[in-house]
């Protein structure tokens, strides 16, 4: 059996792996993400708040606040260069009563603590000057002026195709089974089988951090499962909010928030329910009523009669209260990067530098990778110039051709996505990486001719088109 070398590997390709990734792509290093998923971005990442907070929420001192404030101030220059769509909408925390308005005093004291730039407490004259479509019980609100929104999975999948083309490589549908410590080395077992030699080995597995980290240490921490379900809104109301929207924390999280979304649509969320299953996000009656009360609470102006879709998604509980991001006096090879929760998407790239510093410091060579390659580049048609457009046209005609209605995306967008994709894609991973059948219709138009050109550019019959994950094949699929 043929054993593949590797300097680091990486386990998960979410937006911490991510964010190691590409960070370890700027040294001359033989890099592997191994993710069981069959795309990147499938847990935590694609289902989240899309948040890039300020970080006056994280205790003091912890390395949730260090990490949230040194992040914050990097995903400007990343979103820059990798073409990835970002805001700075700034953030309010309101306050509904007196009780409120001393925790939004606590939370600015806290936040100039660790450092957050840009915070003020607003009067109730100058939160509604700054949002007048919340309800008018409200007494005034923290603001946050670094607060901003992205798209997670679009950003991360950006992460990989950078770190890609800077010679780092991807496995998908590949699960770690087992992992073994021989001498001054880890074999990483893969579904049972295949196995690949690396010298370093990064844990970032996120909900299954704890069960990779106990295949080789002592079982010192656990991970809890978290679901946190939202409802997202049509563009039609993306406009009743400039800012992102959130109420008082409590010690279950930031609580249910209302804010737009970097595309436009608004959305609400989430709640907080401790859970068994580390995969189930299936959403249910009571959790979205709860969400919908709540949201009611910040403004009545939302129409809650015309929901896009519901979605839930699955957050990462440590049990020792703080993120866990380090190495062992008896394993210097082997470093956690677990225990990610929010702020974990602001964190990420923070994360990753220090990573790359404990590899240091634990040996690793790190030899500048001279043709580093920052940029990556995406054609959103409906962006471009009209001269622009019509050039793109001249060159290649299926710019011309709009298949998402709702989203006004392009065959020449979807040809490009499928091009992209990281193994034979699915009608959701197009979906993610150019927005085609995000719309109101939700798919029900395009995704037929997105399975008909997977198929045809593939070379795949129809049936084995998949409409995300694993075993989901479209023809026994709802494609809405």
């Known amino acids: 059996m043929a054993v593949f070398m590797y300097d680091i590997v990486i386990i998960g390709a979410g937006i911490v792996g991510g964010s190691i990734f590409r960070e370890l792509s700027k040294y001359n290093l033989k890099i592997l993400a191994v993710e069981k998923e069959n795309d990147v971005a499938m847990g935590a990442t694609k289902a989240n708040s899309a948040i890039i907070h300020a970080g006056f ?35 309010l925390v309101v306050a509904f009563d007196d009780k409120d308005l001393k925790t939004i005093e606590s939370l600015f004291i806290n936040g100039k603590k660790n450092g957050v730039p840009g915070l003020s407490i607003l009067s109730k004259e100058e939160t509604f000057n700054k949002e007048p479509n919340l309800n008018k019980n409200i007494l005034g609100a923290l603001y946050a002026k670094s607060s901003s929104i992205i798209c997670p999975f679009q950003y991360t999948i950006a992460l990989f195709e950078n770190g890609i083309v800077n010679g780092g490589e991807l496995l998908l549908n590949k699960e770690v089974t087992n992992i073994k410590k021989i001498e001054n080395k880890f074999l990483v077992e893969i579904n049972h089988r295949h196995s690949l030699e690396t010298k370093f080995l990064i844990n970032a597995a996120g909900v299954y951090a704890d069960r990779i980290h106990n295949m080789i240490l002592p079982n010192n921490f656990s991970i809890k499962p978290r679901m946190g379900e939202y409802i997202l809104f049509n563009k039609n109301q993306g406009n009743l909010f400039k800012s992102t929207i959130f109420q008082c924390p409590s010690e279950r999280g930031k609580g249910v928030l209302v ?17 068994e299953e580390k995969d189930n996000t299936s959403t249910n009656k009571k959790g979205l009523k709860y969400i919908i009360n709540m949201a009611q609470k910040t403004s009545t102006k939302i129409n809650f009669k015309e929901p896009l879709k519901n979605y839930a998604g699955i957050r990462s509980v440590p049990s020792t ?47 500048e990778n001279k043709k580093f390659y920052p940029l990556r580049k995406q054609t959103r048609f409906f962006e471009l110039s009209e001269k622009e457009k019509n050039a793109l ?66 070379k795949i019959p129809k049936n084995l088109v998949l409409l995300d994950s694993k075993n989901s094949n479209i023809l026994g699929e709802s494609i809405g």
Do not use: W
């Open 393 to 458: 046209i001249k060159k290649d005609c299926s710019f011309g051709k709009i298949i998402c209605s709702c989203e006004k995306i392009t065959e020449g967008e979807i040809l490009d996505a499928i091009k992209r994709s990281f193994t034979t894609p699915t009608v959701c991973g197009i979906k993610r990486r150019c927005r085609a059948g995000m719309g109101k219709c939700q798919g029900n138009f395009c995704a037929p001719i997105i399975v008909d050109l997977i198929s045809k550019k593939c």
């Open 259 to 275: 804010s737009k979304t970097i595309h436009g649509n608004l959305f609400i969320g989430p709640d907080a329910v401790d859970i």
């Open 57 to 91: 929420d994280p205790p003091h001192g912890s390395l949730m606040a260090k990490y949230n404030v040194a992040g914050n101030k990097m995903y400007k220059e990343l979103c820059e260069e990798l073409d990835v769509p970002y805001e700075n909408n700034g953030a």
């Open 321 to 367: 209260d703080d993120f866990i991001i380090k190495n062992y006096d008896n394993l210097k090879n082997f470093v956690d990067v677990s225990g990610i929760k929010s702020p974990g998407l602001t964190c990420a790239p923070a994360i990753a530098k220090d990573v790359v510093e404990i590899l240091k410091e634990a040996g690793l060579n790190l030899k």
